[in-house]
């Protein structure tokens, strides 16, 4: 009795306490996992080498709500504690020995690993995915929540032979076992942070390119999404070759993948070798100029040096991972888009972030709870002065010292600066003082930069109030960028005539058309016939705006427009389709044999089988206009449970609201009593209210 007392209380010190374990170095992590789909479940067993670097008598491990088979040290039983938490295992560690620690383990993950689709009946459209930054690979394997424990993990995958597994490294081989199940053993060659492991199963087919370096590059879609490969991986070889130029560092592991999920929790992460994204970036050639993977493909690419490569310490270097991201993803666009794209773009986040600081949102780039505007923008920022500082030729050595110094470890932001200071021979005390840890944005030095390097920029902050022919002079003159012409057409959007939109509606810019439209309240009968033309221009979101417009403005025309626009889906949010089949519902005369087959289309994009972006803008058209059937309701109600924190935030406030009406309140109660318990909780909850 007291030795499991004993037990127990070292089990508690290590639950409160359990940090970094400076006394043990864990090498390599020998994983086997077999996910079982209908119980949203994991089974596992995994090996840990570590060497011990003091006498110790005891290690743990992060292992939430797992059930343990098996817990050895060099093949032998041993002591252990699960608390639901972390798995304890005692022993008389000696310093200068090494030992294998042995955990056979099943778990269902409440979250980090993610199973879709295998509870409907859409064949195909079934996926497992984990996301561990911010939600802990320890839901799925016994790991470390603390980002400074870096191993070596050799993933082996489990999965029905009908399925396609990415992970981490590089697939070595592939083992048939029986009952049509195959493992897929991939073998990675240096350590990582824990919360970087990821694998996904699903439905895949893949395009293989290789960089100038050699690096194979692996970008995966699903089979009915070829003619999307193009524009989704668009530039994509040309943004990983400079990367690896502008960084002056190899990248640093052995291949690189890019696999779209459905429902994913972020636009992109950054999984060592791995990166998983959203699949509403899955998007053709019209889609491009409104919603394209770009940004998002350098930028997470940048993490495999600024995240991957070196990791943060903890929540207060954030910075050396966003902001260096964000920097390095526009200095790529840069690269591909010319300078008045990359200096524009730095003036629309000045602005942003100008704004924050003026209302007394500044945060210092030292926060660990700072914004993402503050890590990611403000941080990219930070660089670009930097650079502005010390000069090109300085900045490019430093990075190249920090990454080298510190590849495959951990950072902080004192070490960063270090590097910099010696490779331009300067103190950077005020640059330090200015940049990362004033709350502040120095607008003014913003300003300046701008001002210098970009001569639109410098027109654009010297002009006075423009008169309408400068006005239309500058929106007509080919020479001026894009970026400068729209936020001219912003700055004077409230004194801007009719005749200028007028003129810029016409535009040879599709980029111009589009922000002349978005400024427009109301649609003039002269300017009818110029709008009409953008029912078909090459943008989902014009095609969008302009059938809007056009039904608002002009009744008599309903029809036609509808007519025009029925076939369109629009972006992969089904922007277009959501929007024709309100407005059909809403057009006295039209269709009305088809109205209720209408409604009912509506009321089936808030079901499950469909993203949550579809299901979220059904839910809002919904909401404004017709009210919610029995269907529509109850996909609100289980979408109250969703595992995108932002998706299930939007349903529980319109949730909210509709039970403050006793008629929705009574069908609610209903749909209490008929779905999942799990479907429900949130909303027998407000019932008790």
């Not at 789909?37 to 596992?44: R, T, W």
């Not at 608390?83 to 310093?95: G, H, P």
């Not at 920022?381 to 000069?391: D, N, P, R, S, T």
């Not at 109850?634 to 109250?640: C, E, F, Q, R, Y």
Request: charged fraction near 25%.
């Amino acid at each position: 009795m007291k030795r499991i007392f004993i037990l127990f209380f070292f089990a508690l010190s290590f639950s409160a306490f359990g940090q970094h374990q400076d006394k043990v170095d864990f090498i390599k992590a020998t994983v086997s996992v077999e996910p079982v789909p209908l119980n949203k479940q994991i089974i596992g067993s995994v090996l840990y080498e570590f060497d011990v670097l003091q006498d110790v008598d005891s290690v743990f491990l992060d292992a939430k709500r797992m059930t343990f088979k098996t817990v050895q040290i060099n093949g032998k039983k041993v002591n252990h504690v699960n608390d639901s938490s972390t798995i304890a295992v005692f022993k008389k560690f000696k310093k200068g020995k090494s030992y294998k620690l042995k955990l056979d383990y099943s778990c269902t993950p409440k979250q980090t690993a993610y199973f879709l689709g295998w509870d409907d009946t859409i064949n195909g459209n079934e996926q497992i995915w984990t996301q561990g930054q911010g939600k802990y690979t320890s839901h799925w394997l016994p790991s470390f929540d603390d980002m400074e424990e870096k191993v070596e993990f050799d993933l082996s995958i489990k999965s029905s032979n009908s399925y396609v597994v990415i992970a981490n490294g590089k697939l070595i081989n592939k083992t048939k076992q029986k009952d049509d199940l195959i493992i897929w053993n991939f073998d990675m060659l240096n350590p990582m942070s824990s919360y970087l492991l990821a694998f996904v199963v699903g439905n895949y087919n893949k395009h293989e390119i290789i960089s100038n370096s050699g690096i194979t590059i692996e970008n995966y879609f699903y089979p009915k999404d070829s003619l999307r490969v193009e524009p989704t991986y668009r530039y994509t070889k040309e943004i990983f070759d400079f990367l690896e130029n502008e960084i002056g560092v190899a990248y640093p592991w052995q291949n690189y993948k890019q696999i779209p999920v459905s429902d994913f929790l972020y636009s992109g992460m950054e999984n060592t070798s791995a990166t998983i994204f959203s699949d509403q970036f899955m998007i053709d050639s019209t889609a491009y100029v409104d919603k394209n993977y770009f940004n998002v493909n350098a930028h997470e690419l940048a993490h495999q040096w600024f995240g991957d490569l070196v990791t943060e310490k903890s929540g207060e270097h954030h910075w050396l991972q966003e902001g260096f991201a964000t920097y390095y993803a526009y200095l790529a666009a840069q690269h591909i888009f010319g300078d008045d794209y990359f200096f524009w773009k730095l003036f629309n986040t000045a602005k942003a972030l100008q704004k924050i600081s003026d209302d007394g949102g500044g945060q210092a780039l030292t926060d660990p709870k700072a914004s993402s505007a503050t890590f990611y923008e403000k941080g990219a920022w930070a660089l670009v002065m930097l650079k502005e500082e010390i000069g090109a030729e300085a900045f490019k050595k430093g990075i190249g010292a920090y990454l080298n110094k510190y590849k495959y470890d951990n950072v902080t932001i004192a070490y960063f600066i270090k590097e910099m200071e010696m490779a331009s021979g300067q103190k950077l005390d005020a640059y330090r003082a200015k940049w990362i840890e004033a709350t502040q944005f120095p607008s003014e030095d913003v300003k300046t930069y701008l001002m210098t390097y970009n001569a639109s920029l410098k027109l654009f902050y010297d002009a006075e109030k423009m008169s309408n022919e400068a006005l239309n002079n500058v929106l007509k003159n080919e020479n001026q960028p894009i970026g400068f012409k729209k936020a001219i057409l912003s700055k004077y959007q409230a004194s801007s005539p009719t005749v200028v939109l007028t003129k810029s509606i016409k535009n040879s810019n599709l980029e111009v058309r589009q922000k002349a439209l978005e400024l427009l309240d109301k649609i003039p009968h002269d300017l009818r016939t110029d709008v009409e033309k953008l029912l078909s221009d090459k943008s989902y979101v014009t095609q969008e705006a302009a059938l809007y417009k056009l039904w608002s403005s002009f009744p008599e025309k309903r029809k036609a427009y509808l007519d025009q626009t029925k076939h369109i889906e629009g972006l992969p949010n089904k922007n277009i389709k959501l929007l024709w089949l309100t407005l059909a519902i809403l057009t006295e005369g039209y269709e009305s044999l088809k109205t209720k087959e209408y409604f009912q289309e509506l009321s089936g994009y808030t079901s499950p089988e469909y993203s949550f972006e579809i299901r979220q803008s059904a839910f809002f058209y919904l909401k404004d206009t017709f009210g919610f059937n029995r269907l529509a309701l109850s996909n609100l109600v289980k979408a109250t449970s969703h595992h995108s924190w932002q998706f299930k935030k939007v349903a529980r406030s319109i949730l909210d609201n509709l039970i403050k009406d006793k008629e929705y309140e009574s069908r609610l109660i209903v749909l209490s009593k008929e779905l999942k318990s799990e479907e429900t909780r949130y909303l027998k909850s407000k019932l008790k209210e």
